[in-house]
Antibody, heavy 118, light 110 residues
Framework: QVQLVQSGAEVKKPGASVKVSCKASGYTFTSYGISWVRQAPGQGLEWMGWISGYNGKTNYAQKFQDRVTLTTDTSTSTAYMDLRSLRSDDTAVYYC???????????WGQGTLVTVSS | QTVVTQEPSLTVSPGGTVTLTCASSTGDVTSDYYANWFQQKPGQAPRALIHTTSKRHSWTPARFSGSLLGGKAALTLSGVQPEDEADYYCLLYYTATQRVFGGGTKLTVL
């Protein structure tokens, strides 16, 4: 079965960077993309960007374009989300989601809580 | 700034039918927006229900259906079960670099 297992919770200081991993199994990694979505405490979902598992092509939401980098390691079927210059309002649960045709996020990771606090 | 609007909250009786909608600030929602719907329960990751406006995922119960209604994307729950109490989010695809979630609808089954 498809599984996306994300790395554990992180606590970071303002200005620092965080790198969240998302290890995929149960499917051919290079046949699907991965989207990243975040959810601040008590708030709704926010789409951050997408990366192709096939060739590493990326699409970033304009809001995050200058601060986020999405990458993949096809040898380990792992996707990564790197967010820089962290602020307190980046405190959120970050999710990865497998995405097939028609830009449809289907299977989701369990989420990674990133807390930004001085 | 593009805004996607959902009803903040809805209440439905067990066994009843309820329709949640998803509107775009840019105008009518069409099939070109590939509307997706997700269910989220407290403390859990979202679960995909509907993609491409009306297609169910393999795990989606038949009581969930997606459509276009009056210029909006819509999610209809028929024969509502107590376990359907959750937050529901729509997602619209505008461009490859712009996908926007609605603010979510809190569905209460009472």
């Amino acid at each position: 079965q498809v599984q996306l297992v994300q790395s554990g919770a992180e606590v970071k200081k303002p200005g620092a960077s965080v790198k969240v991993s998302c290890k995929a199994s149960g499917y051919t990694f290079t046949s699907y993309g991965i989207s990243w979505v975040r959810q601040a405490p008590g708030q709704g979902l926010e789409w951050m960007g997408w990366i192709s598992g096939y060739n590493g092509k990326t699409n970033y939401a304009q809001k995050f374009q200058d601060r986020v980098t999405l990458t993949t390691d096809t040898s380990t079927s792992t996707a990564y989300m790197d967010l820089r210059s962290l602020r307190s309002d980046d405190t959120a649960v970050y999710y990865c989601a497998r995405e097939g045709a028609a830009s449809a996020p289907s299977d989701w990771g369990q989420g990674t809580l990133v807390t930004v606090s001085s | 700034q593009t805004v996607v609007t959902q009803e903040p909250s809805l209440t439905v009786s067990p066994g009843g039918t309820v329709t949640l909608t998803c509107a775009s600030s840019t105008g009518d929602v069409t099939s070109d927006y590939y509307a997706n719907w997700f269910q989220q329960k407290p403390g859990q990751a979202p679960r995909a229900l509907i993609h491409t406006t009306s297609k169910r995922h393999s795990w989606t119960p038949a009581r969930f259906s997606g459509s276009l209604l009056g210029g909006k994307a819509a999610l209809t729950l028929s024969g509502v079960q107590p376990e359907d109490e959750a937050d529901y989010y729509c997602l619209l695809y505008y461009t490859a670099t712009q996908r926007v979630f609605g603010g979510g609808t809190k569905l209460t089954v009472l």
